[in-house]
């Protein structure tokens, strides 16, 4: 890099070629004060607060826009450019409101800041706004009157969020910030993600929710962990008086993953924290079993002690009487990887099974299995920052923009910056088919179908890496063969994706130098799904897009911490860091660490353990954070074994549909009130810091399952999550060198970090797969396990929305979120609506042969002929009480994403 | 409203620059820029829709309502506005009963002000119609413009 030298403020300075003079006063310790510039958009030059003198410039000189030159003679504070400064700010108050006393932002407001810098009070011009403060969306209110329109909202939705909701509008005095036509923001594009927001320099744009409930400076602050999706944004919890005031992002260079950017579940959706629902004491059913009402009005309070002896004693008696395998445990991945260290142990080493699994199995057991085949390995190949420099995105069965709408982000970024070619290949016209190069329609269930058939063209046409398959992988003869018979013609019959376009699609895949595969549920939740997995890794293999930054097979991730959940052993078949249960090595090593014999044999999974409920087999169940009655498919079938059992203990933070299914009912505590750690999506490990103190008698959750285990005779005792941390190192090669200290510093370590050396490893499979050659394996398509008939026409696909997550109790918990989205639909196309006689908004009846549900309907050209959609978040419209329990024959994964259902009028 | 759209669009290029010729068009199409072609403007110029209002609405020739039958511009230029032109708006908006950039409910009048139109020498200064009037005082203003919409009624008839 060149470097020059400028004369600053009378001194001598080096800097690089290329900097402004703005980066170059900041390195320096010159703070140039700035109304308009933030390091995560694009400099513009529109407050002129960052002028600064120049010899020989004919007028001051914006800092933020201008490089230096060498030997440029810069002045940051004379007299001049003070002067000027001060008329700028006097400008600006001239038309601001003087309210600082009551106002929200006071204390975090630039202009505030600046006119206490430069002595501004009052104006010498007078001419005030007179705009009415919209409060009209759920989430934040907008204030024009304190705008001084230096535009970082506009610039925000634009850079950041891509939805360009916002801009100026009119000129001279009347110029102001606007949606088209003036429309409020619910009726425009915006999914208030409030970036705008959180780089707004002035009170023009405040979250609602914080209104009167503290100043800036009486917050404290903690820098923690999201707990919503994957994508693991972090951000700082503003909390007074033990009560969370807001989430603060606008400390960008702490958030790897997000900078300064959130969603709307992460910004405006940790209401569900103080809710007054959340659990405070242990509770245990008061009522004889057969008088049960299922609502909390069947228990009493009782004190911790009483609880978790009940608890110790049921389970010890279910496991004399019956032995372990009649036991089992649900963890979770809302929880840290701590507790589900802790938890995972619980079961083996004090219930001595291994029936312990979590939700991945309903979400992602099949990447865990397929991609564990393909590679050796079960994670998102490559890193969410690797995605703005790729080539080619295939997304599959992801409409990220509602489920990682983080991760959406990058891709928009890679489309808009890099000229990036996305394809999306999905049954519904999803947001990222807008701006995709190619947007491809298949029917649900024909995944394998399409993606031979993106094969059978690559290899036609020539377009496979040869050099990567003979060196890296084994296994390409079979699948040659298997392919050959996936023309795209054959496959247009089976998907009704068009011939040409499947081609075009392959080609651009093939042939592009950085290729990212992205898929999710769409992949996943099938009866084939550990089949549809293998073949995304075919096709990478196949291409070479693999073991390179900015390619790879990324399957994202649903929950804060489903990753960390199957690393650390919360699964039947393998402890932390995928050490198999069945490796009488490792059975060793754990049962010399934990001091007691482990059972050899893998355990029963989510699905199964379910199933052995059902069947009376399995008699005692510990469920920690989990909503199986709202998350499970097949829910009538689900409710009706998990009543069966002798014994359920729930832990949780709230009352669930599950919770008032158990015998007692356990008060756990939220990520805000705990340490720990969340591993997300692209395997990076980052701290969850307690922010506010458990009300209540809520106790750690580590802690409770500790105390159990004390009482079933087996101790466990942490003094801290940390130490729970240090023992997973210790035990867990992936995880070796993973300290607190360690992640504090660097901001996350994506594992494999095996030493307290190494740097982390951000993409895998580099020179060689971590099985060591890959493997291709020849998959042909089968049907999905129901297909539609002329009692049951219509397809069923389930999925999630922008705005609530998962079983809904936490984000409908949330005031804002569940103001604006109160109650679940079904997506029905136009076509169909015709068909049906159905009109937008009517209430209609969906069936399927498992249940019915009566939901209000949405048409949408978002769907496609006879597909229909239900967001599964809702309870009082379960999508689960329709969907097909029957389950991929390798990963016990059950088929959410198909099923046949047939749609009536309600009453008609 | 649509196929009329597509045709205008048809005759422009497809990039930012030419978003301006592509509004005036259309504006000159349907006489002013309805709300229903934002979106079509915006997808064929490769610009958000929020570009596209915001344009639109920097540019005083832009217009979202379709003008009155009787198009009235009052002049605020500097000649006349020293000679009172703030009294001629008041009065003709008051006498219209709308405000600047408004049209009457009847369809009548729209109303306007313009920077200058070069008669200061007559100022202060309104066009009807680009036939100019002036030397106007608030009753001249208001009779001028009883003459337009009697005028436009006898034709009517």
Not at chain 1, 369 to 382: P, Q
Not at chain 1, 478 to 503: F, Q
Not at chain 1, 890 to 896: D, K, L
Request: glycine content about 8%; charged content about 25%; aromatic content about 8%.
């Amino acid at each position: 890099m060149e470097k020059i030298t400028v004369t600053l403020n009378g001194k001598k300075v080096k800097a690089e070629k290329g900097m402004t003079i703005l980066e170059i006063a900041e390195q320096q310790g010159i703070r140039l004060p700035t109304l308009c510039h933030s390091e995560v958009l694009e400099p513009t030059a529109a407050c002129r607060m960052c002028v600064v003198e120049v010899e020989g410039a004919r007028a001051l000189v914006p800092a933020c826009v201008n490089q230096a030159g060498d030997g440029m003679k810069i002045k940051t504070h004379s007299d001049k450019v003070v002067r000027a400064r001060r008329v700028f700010l006097e400008l600006l108050w001239s038309a601001h409101p003087n309210d600082c006393t009551v106002c929200e932002k006071s204390g975090a407001c630039d202009l505030q800041e600046y006119s206490y810098e430069y002595g501004v009070d009052v104006s010498k011009y007078q001419d005030k706004y007179q705009y009415t403060v919209d409060g009209s969306n759920p989430y934040y209110v907008r204030d024009y009157n304190k705008c001084i329109l230096c535009g970082k909202c506009i610039r925000a939705c634009d850079e950041i969020q891509g939805n360009n909701v916002l801009d100026f509008a009119n000129r001279g005095f009347d110029a102001m910030v606007s949606t088209p036509f003036k429309l409020p923001l619910e009726e425009s594009n915006c999914v208030f993600c409030g970036n705008c927001v959180a780089l707004c320099p002035t009170g023009a744009l405040m979250e609602k929710e914080r209104y009167g409930k503290g100043r800036e400076w009486e917050f404290e602050r903690t820098h923690t962990t999201c707990p919503y999706c994957g994508c693991g944004c972090t951000f700082d919890l503003c909390v007074k008086d033990n009560k969370i005031v807001k989430a603060d992002s606008t400390d960008f260079k702490n958030n790897p993953v997000n900078k300064t950017a959130l969603c709307v579940k992460g910004r405006f959706g940790l209401g569900f924290v103080h809710s007054e629902d959340r659990l405070d004491y242990p509770l245990m059913l008061k009522v004889p079993r057969e008088e049960r009402t299922y609502t909390l009005k069947d228990y009493k309070k009782v004190s911790w002690k009483k609880a978790l002896d009940y608890v110790a004693e049921r389970l010890s008696q279910i496991k004399s009487e019956h032995g372990p395998g009649a036991l089992g445990g649900f963890s979770s991945a809302r929880t840290t990887n701590e507790e589900n260290y802790v938890f995972q142990k619980f079961v083996r080493a004090v219930l001595g099974t291994n029936n312990v699994d979590h939700c991945a199995r309903l979400c992602h057991s099949s990447t865990v299995a397929g991609l564990a085949k393909a590679f050796g390995s079960g994670a998102m190949t490559n890193s969410i920052g690797e995605l703005k420099d790729c080539d080619c995105i295939l997304v599959t069965g992801s409409n990220t923009t509602a489920t990682h709408p983080i991760i959406s982000l990058e891709i928009k970024k890679a489309v808009r910056n890099n000229n990036c070619k996305l394809i999306v290949v999905e049954p519904r016209n999803i947001d990222l088919c807008a701006i995709s190069t190619l947007a491809l329609h298949q029917r649900p269930g024909t995944d394998v179908a399409w993606l031979n058939g993106m094969m059978n063209v690559i290899i036609a046409e020539g377009l496979q890496n040869q050099e990567f398959i003979d060196e890296r992988c084994e296994g390409y003869e079979e699948l040659k063969k298997t392919v050959a018979a996936y023309t795209p013609e054959k496959v247009e019959e089976i998907t009704g994706i068009p011939a040409d376009s499947l081609r075009e699609a392959a080609r651009i895949y093939a042939t592009s130098e950085k290729s990212s595969l992205i898929y999710s549920m769409g992949i996943t939740q099938h009866t084939s799904g550990t089949d549809n997995v293998l073949s995304t890794a075919n096709l990478a293999m196949l291409c070479g897009q693999i073991g390179r930054p900015s390619t790879g097979v990324n399957p994202l991730r649903g929950q804060n911490n489903v990753q960390g959940a199957c690393d650390l052993g919360a699964l039947p078949n393998v402890y932390s860091g995928y050490q198999p249960v069945t490796n009488p090595d490792i059975q060793k090593k754990f049962e010399e660490a934990w001091g007691v014999p482990l059972d050899p044999n893998i355990g029963l999974t989510v699905t199964l353990m379910i199933e052995a409920a059902s069947e009376g087999k399995l008699k005692g169940l510990y469920i920690m954070g989990e909503n199986p009655m709202v998350t499970d498919p097949d829910l009538n079938h689900a409710e009706e074994a998990l009543k069966k059992l002798d014994f359920l203990v729930v832990q949780d933070i709230f009352p669930t549909e599950t919770a008032v299914l158990a015998d007692v009912i356990l008060p756990g505590v939220s990520f805000a009130e705990k340490t720990g750690t969340f591993t997300n999506t692209e395997r990076r490990v980052q701290l969850v810091r307690q922010a506010i103190e458990p009300e209540g008698q809520r106790k750690q959750d580590y802690a409770i399952i500790c105390e159990v285990a004390k009482r079933m005779g087996y101790k466990m005792r942490y003094s801290s999550q940390e130490a729970i941390m240090r023992e997973i190192a210790a035990l867990t090669p992936s995880y070796g060198g993973i300290t607190y200290k360690r992640i504090a510093e660097t901001g996350g370590l994506a594992w494999p970090c095996p030493d307290k050396k190494h740097p982390g490893t951000p993409y895998l499979h580099k020179d060689k797969f971590a099985r060591g050659k890959g493997l291709f394996s020849a998959v042909d398509y089968r049907d999905p396990a129901e297909m539609t008939d002329d009692e049951y026409p219509v397809i069923l696909t389930t999925g999630r929305i922008l705005e609530h997550y998962h079983s809904g109790s936490m984000s409908r918990r949330s005031r804002p979120l569940d103001e604006h989205v109160p109650s679940g639909w079904v997506e029905i196309s136009p076509k169909l609506a015709a068909e049906l006689g159905v009109a937008d908004g009517e209430m209609v009846n969906v069936a399927s042969r498992r249940g019915a549900i009566t939901t209000k309907a949405r048409v949408t050209d978002k769907v496609i002929n006879n597909i229909v959609f239900i967001p599964f978040h809702f309870a009082e419209a379960a999508a689960n009480r329709l969907t097909n329990g029957a389950l991929d024959p390798v990963a016990r994964i059950p088929e959410y994403k198909v099923c046949a259902v047939k749609i009536s009028k309600n009453g008609g | 409203m649509q196929e009329r759209l597509e045709k205008v669009l048809g005759e422009y290029g497809r990039s930012p620059a030419d978003l301006i010729p592509i509004l005036q068009h259309v504006q000159d199409e349907f006489g002013y820029l309805p709300q229903e072609t934002m979106d079509g403007i915006a997808a064929h110029a490769g610009v958000p829709k929020s570009k596209v209002y915001g344009v639109a609405t920097f540019y005083t020739m832009f217009r979202f309502e379709p003008l009155g039958r009787n198009h009235v511009c009052v002049c605020r230029g500097t000649a006349c506005h020293v000679r009172g032109a703030d009294q001629i708006l008041e009065h003709v908006q008051r006498h219209l009963g709308i405000e600047e950039g408004e049209t009457t409910e009847d369809g009548e009048f729209s109303l306007e002000t313009v920077a200058c139109i070069g008669c200061c020498a007559l100022a202060p200064v309104m066009t009807v119609n680009q036939e100019v009037h002036g030397r106007l005082k608030p009753k001249t203003a208001t009779r001028t413009l009883k003459k337009y919409a009697t005028a436009d009624k006898e034709e009517g008839q």
